[in-house]
T-cell receptor
Framework: KQEVTQIPAALSVPEGENLVLNCSFT??????LQWFRQDPGKGLTSLLL?????REQTSGRLNASLDKSSGRSTLYIAASQPGDSATYLC?????????FGGGTRVLVKP | NAGVTQTPKFQVLKTGQSMTLQCAQD?????MYWYRQDPGMGLRLIYY???????DKGEVPNGYNVSRLNKREFSLRLESAAPSQTSVYFC?????????????FGPGTRLLVL
């Protein structure tokens, strides 16, 4: 059974600092790894999707890497801004469902 | 283009009452999903519909039923609500009918069962 873990559960950084968010998964036979953002009281917004054949994806200040052999994915957010404050969730797709991690709650202080 | 919409936004039920959560998408997506989100548990899949006319159980289907009314609409029904079903419920959709692609989420329905 796929298990997805995100540590730490919460993170606080000053504005301008780079953010590094970690995601680990137990089953390396995943089809893809997705990163989502969730604002308080809102739904999830897809940020990046990394196919199993890829090692990373980039969108603007966001870069996500995938290492299937070690069961890890990392989301980097460059030059963080207060607007980046949110909860970030990763989800592994093992072929028939997405398994979500518990999320990392990020606070970027001005 | 509203994306994925859910009604109601918030609901309070008494134990044993029934209700239906509504979900609709206007993106012409084939697949639709229902998740619940609980503190410390992440999001868990309740049911999904890979295409119009099909539904399948997810990780936590007990106590729920679903109906794929048409390509746009996918409803979730609680026949006899229990306090353990207090949660935030999210509907999502994706284009091609596979999990290996971006899912688009609705704003959620917050359900409190007393």
């Amino acid at each position: 059974k796929q298990e997805v873990t995100q540590i730490p559960a919460a993170l606080s950084v000053p504005e301008g600092e780079n953010l590094v968010l970690n995601c680990s998964f137990t089953d390396s036979a995943i089809y893809n790894l997705q990163w989502f953002r969730q604002d308080p009281g809102k739904g999830l917004t897809s940020l990046l999707l990394i196919q199993s054949s890829q090692r990373e994806q980039t969108s603007g200040r966001l870069n996500a890497s995938l290492d299937k052999s070690s069961g890890r994915s990392t989301l980097y957010i460059a030059a963080s801004q207060p607007g980046d404050s949110a909860t970030y969730l990763c989800a592994g797709d093992a072929g028939n469902k997405l398994t979500f991690g518990g999320g990392t709650r990020v606070l970027v202080k001005p | 283009n509203a994306g994925v919409t859910q009604t109601p936004k918030f609901q309070v039920l008494k134990t044993g009452q029934s209700m239906t959560l509504q979900c609709a998408q206007d993106m012409n997506h084939n697949s639709m999903y229902w998740y619940r989100q609980d503190p410390g548990m992440g999001l868990r899949l309740i049911y999904y519909s890979a295409s119009e006319g099909t539904t399948d159980k997810g990780e936590v289907p007990n106590g729920y039923n679903v109906s794929r009314l048409n390509k746009r609409e996918f409803s979730l029904r609680l026949e006899s609500a229990a306090p353990s079903q207090t949660s935030v419920y999210f509907c999502a959709s994706s284009k091609q009918g596979a999990f290996s692609e971006t899912q688009y989420f609705g704003p959620g329905t917050r359900l409190l069962v007393l």
